[in-house]
């Protein structure tokens, strides 16, 4: 499957971006999908991740209660509400797959920077 992440930008503290992660190649609902991001000198850390029928969320504490991953299967899409933004929201956002009942992420886009400003 690939992925392609678009979205990401410049916005001030408390506001709102919406990321999304088109995939093409396989179906996706026969995959697990996940957000990550990685900030400049630390190493990348899960955001959150959706099973493949949005029966399951989870995220991060540090993003609970202001982004929300959703998916789309029919539109093979993934998305990331991310509202209140903090300037510790600042990194480069990915987004991964991996097939259903399998451990490892093996599929991942391009990235997608998110900036905000305090």
């Known amino acids: 499957v690939q992925l392609q992440a678009s979205g990401g930008g410049l916005v001030q503290a408390g506001g709102s971006l919406r990321l999304s992660c088109a995939a093409s190649?396989?179906?996706?609902?026969?995959?697990?999908m996940g957000w990550f991001r990685q900030a400049p000198g630390k190493e990348r850390e899960l955001v959150a991740t959706?099973?493949?029928?949005?029966?399951?969320?989870s995220y991060a504490d540090f993003v609970k209660g202001r982004f929300t991953i959703s998916r789309d299967n029919a539109k093979s899409t993934v998305y990331l509400q991310m509202n209140n933004l903090k300037s510790e929201d600042t990194a480069v956002y990915y987004c991964?797959?991996?097939?259903?009942?399998?451990?490892?992420?093996?599929?991942w886009g391009q990235g997608t920077q998110v900036t905000v400003s305090s």
């Open positions: 991964a797959a991996r097939p259903n009942a399998t451990p490892r992420f093996d599929y």
């Open positions: 190649g396989h179906i996706l609902s026969r995959y697990f």
């Open positions: 959706i099973n493949w029928d949005s029966s399951i969320r």
